[in-house]
């Protein structure tokens, strides 16, 4: 579970363009400048993008959706997820 108590959903997305750290860091701030973000996580071998969402807060699919594409890639899925983004992060970056 993340360390926040506002966590209350995650979506992540299955995103095609991003092929670098820069493409990463340019989604990465997008997403965080949203009022309802608590975490981001991006990998790009896995071509996924895992937002966490804050307490009743909720972005939808289609604002989400809107500001990857405005950046110039593109969103092959959204789906839900039963894990917090840390708990994402560290299936694909063991320690």
Not at 2 to 29: R, Y
Not at 53 to 68: A, P
Request: with cysteine; charged share 20%.
């Amino acid at each position: 579970m993340p360390s926040h108590p506002l966590w209350a959903e995650t979506k992540i997305m299955k995103v095609n363009g991003m092929v670098c750290a820069f493409c990463a860091q340019g989604i990465e701030a997008s997403l965080k400048g949203l009022s309802a973000t608590e975490d981001v996580y991006i990998n790009l071998d896995q071509h996924i993008v895992a937002v966490d969402l804050k307490g009743t807060d909720s972005v939808s699919n289609i604002k989400l959706k809107e500001i990857i594409v405005d950046a110039g890639y593109d969103v092959i899925s959204i789906d839900m997820s039963d894990h917090p983004v840390e708990h994402i992060r560290m299936m694909y970056e063991p320690s």
